[in-house]
């Protein structure tokens, strides 16, 4: 095969989305001969946030503020035994001892905790919450409806179980039957602490303790709903599990709280998904994901996070200020997370591992892109205390506009983790000279078998290529797409397919108009 | 000694990072006069500015993000002498030290404590005091003046640590290359502490070249008495445009020596520069390396090289801020870390918004060799601009097995195949010094210091006192 050959080859392949893409657009419109590429381009490059609409629900919120009663009251309409209550006191006895952290390379804005409504309840009308689809209000059903969550039947094609968080209350779990044949629990968490509350009140707060940083603790006092998965001793979960997180009713920080416990022998694949409307303040989230891996389980985390970043001009946006921790405890446990970063104001995300089982591995994959005047300060970390344990970090960061995009993240092997192994590598890509790109990685050895490698490039798109493109008909904005689309291949790859198709669009999205 | 004004307040219990400073704010307070009077007009002016501010932020604590892997106030807390009346201490430099380069010549300068001792004058070079009085617009111009010219220092303001030095710093050395002129010799600076008592030493060095002027420095620190030493050390260097220089600092020292090193260094236009910052034996040292690229198309070449072992500390703090566009900035540090030993290096590269078409290169390498020594590395990029080629990378490891075993199955010892593996490690490091001589003695010295026989060149008075003996040298 010539040379050329190999690259028409190569082209072939990426070049394929994007002119589906296009037939699926002119196909609605009706209009399929007059629309070019470049129009497609500009027209979405001048779309508003299109998931930015209001649902006009009933919604209970209770008042602004944050003092020992808001959380007794939260604690108290959920109908959450004492020691829960105990629990979130002490973390938030402990949160008002802290100060918020300033380490991040971000200009976090002065929150008002006490300028926040720290619950809403969209199913409170209803007294034990819907039973049926029928009960669930049809205004939600219309908002999942535009998010294109298919929560009824066409669930089934598609063979995901969602169970879908809309401002702090679990609606309807979809597949809760199939799953638990196989004795899965997948459950909002208030009902886990119902219903399962031996192995709630085990886990809860055992990956991230509310003293872990001031948001956790915030979090831990506060966290009004959330995702709980079980899975029992060798299942392998028959389907993707798959939350939606979505901010509604204004100026409620949305505070959830995950839990993930796989038990020996087991698998699970996790997806999450975020969009957010649109809104004029800061919207804080302040999450809690923890995931527990024990003998031979293998856990895969998948995000992609599109909150509403602000306008062009960088007002509003949604505070994305979140722990995720995962500890893998037993021997040979795995856990992988991959993460797609579109959206938020601020990110301040350290998807995280400690690796305590003897042989475990971890991976952390990651493509955050920001645009305007976003920021973005993630990474994660890797720590090592196990015998042979392992670590890859692969992250993609992309930034343009007046955006500032870090990659922070902590590789640390303690001193009896013999043989561990970390491999690091982390890329900057930048689009104008307005944007920042950086990298703090940190590294912390403390084993003389251990072997840890941190690499990292910052580069702007490569002028060669956008010209090899250039000259082969495809415009500057379609090959920027494809472009990043196989910069970010890495990662992208190790998304379930669902996440992929969407993942490359947003990435689309998220950075036309940002070159020529 | 007695003679000596050994002033000196005594140690409060620790309370936070306050009292550590707070013995410095008094001493110098009731000891303002003497310290001008010892010193000269030029340094004078800038004192009380410096110890207002230190009295105000104090100490940097592990906090803060420069400062992470070295407790500033801890090494600051212990009750030192200081040689604030000027007695000269009878020291015959010749006498006892004599390992000198071999077929290296060199121009020698003798700096006990913080005095320099020049036998001939020597072209270019003086006494920083002495500059003051000969030169006092020059010193004016220059001296203090290098963090509020470097953008990322002056935004922050400098640590507590290079305030006390501007604060007590009496006498050192002047460098200054006129437009166009160069160094006939490398300037060979050797560095004796020398004192009874335990003692704190405020050393500074102003480096000053004009345009087009090239000169090769080398610093060398080594402590005579086995008592206590804390030495403060403020290099500023000017580099004006079309300059170049070399410059190398190697410490060998002894376990109760703290050393706190700030280089200060603005780069011009076209400019070739490079630093070398070795460390083969100490107690406690925190190098910070601050530059600051001004003018377009200069190239900066940073190295470092450490051996720790026992419970050594070394902290290796580098900034390469290219403000200009088009230069090209090479770091390479290695570190090899032994018994208890603590090594950090923190290397910030910053590209500004205007500097297009930077290139830049940062490279950590280190050997963790028990599970006590402990490494932590944090290679940082920062870029502001898109048209760069930026990368970094570091690595901690072990010794490469295959060539271990490669070795033995050639019939040579372990012990020794260690030591061969681990010369080439930091030979890397070695190899980019420019001047061949030096570079030979650098690999015996490394060579040496791994084999555990630093201390047995029996060459000189100096190498004799040490307290304790030195480690075999792991695996040799």
Known sequence: MSDKDLNKDKLSGPAQPLSENRNAREERDGNASAETSNDFVRRIAEQKY??????????????????????????????????????????????????????????????????????????????????????????VMKTFDKLGIPLEERLALSGTAVDAVMDSVSVKTTFKERLSERGIIFCSISEAVREYPDLVRQYLGSVVPYRD?????????????????????????????????????????????????????????????????????????????????????????????????????????????????????????????TQVETGSAITWKYPSCVLSGDGSQAEFYSVAVTNNHQQADTGTKMIHLGRNTRSTIISKGISAGHSENSYRGLVRVGRHADGARNYSSCDSLLFGNLCGAHTFPYMDVQNPTATAEHEATTSKINEDQLLYCNQRGISTEDAVGLIVNGYAKDVLNKLPMEFAVEAQKLLQVSLEGTVG | MKANEIVATPLSPRRGGGDEASQYIDLYASQRELICSGSAPVMNAVRDAAMQQFAAQ???????????????????????????????????????????????????VYLVNDQPLLEKPIPYVSSLRQACIDHPDIVAKYYNKCASVIPSLSEKGPGGEVLLNTAFAQDGLFVHVPRGERMNHPLQVINILRSPVDMMVNRRVLIVLEEGAEATILLCDHAMDTVSFLTTQVIEVFCADRSRLDLYELEETHTSCRRFSNLQMTVGSDCVVSHNSITLYNGLTRNTADVALTGERSEITMNGCVVADKNQHVDNNTLIDHIAPSCTSRELYKCVADDEAVSAFAGRILVRKDAQKTSSKETNNNLCATDTARIYTQPMLEIYADDVQCSHGSTVGVLDQQALFYMQQRGIAEAEARLLLKNAFVGQVIEQVRLQPLRDRLHHLIDKRFRGELNKCTGCALCEPHPQPLSEGRGA
């Open chain 1, 50 to 139: 299109q998931f930015g609409f209001t649902t006009d629900v009933h919604t209970e919120v209770i008042d602004r503020g944050l003092n020992e009663d808001v959380v007794r009251l939260i604690s108290q309409k959920k109908g959450e035994p004492d020691w829960l209550l105990q629990f979130r006191l002490e973390a938030f006895r402990y949160w008002q001892s802290q100060e918020q952290p300033s380490w991040g390379h971000l200009r976090l804005p002065d929150i008002d905790y006490q300028d926040i409504s720290y619950y809403a309840d969209p199913t409170a009308r209803k007294a034990d919450g819907p039973k049926t689809l029928d009960d669930i209000d049809p205004e």
């Open chain 1, 213 to 337: 940083n001031y948001f956790a603790a915030l979090n831990s006092a506060v966290f009004s709903d959330g995702s709980f998965v079980y899975i029992p001793k060798n299942t392998r979960c028959p389907m993707e599990l798959s939350t939606y997180f979505r901010i509604n009713a204004r100026n409620t920080g949305q505070f959830e709280r995950t839990l993930i416990v796989c038990d020996e022998g087991s698998y699970v694949s996790y997806l999450e998904g975020c969009t957010a409307p649109m809104r004029d303040e800061n919207q804080l989230h302040a999450a809690i994901v923890e995931i527990v891996v024990l003998d031979n389980a293998k856990v895969k985390y998948s995000t992609v996070q599109n909150w509403y970043p602000g306008d062009s001009e960088g007002r509003g946006g949604v505070l994305n200020l979140v722990t995720k921790r995962g500890h893998l405890r037993g021997r040979n446990s795995r856990l992988s997370w």
């Open chain 2, 58 to 108: 104090g100490f940097p604590t592990l906090k803060e993000e420069r400062y992470r892997y070295t407790d500033v106030a801890v090494a600051f807390a212990p009750d030192y002498g200081l040689n604030l009346s000027r007695v000269r201490i009878p020291v015959n430099p010749r006498e006892v030290f004599r390992c000198d380069v071999p077929n290296l010549s060199t121009d020698l």
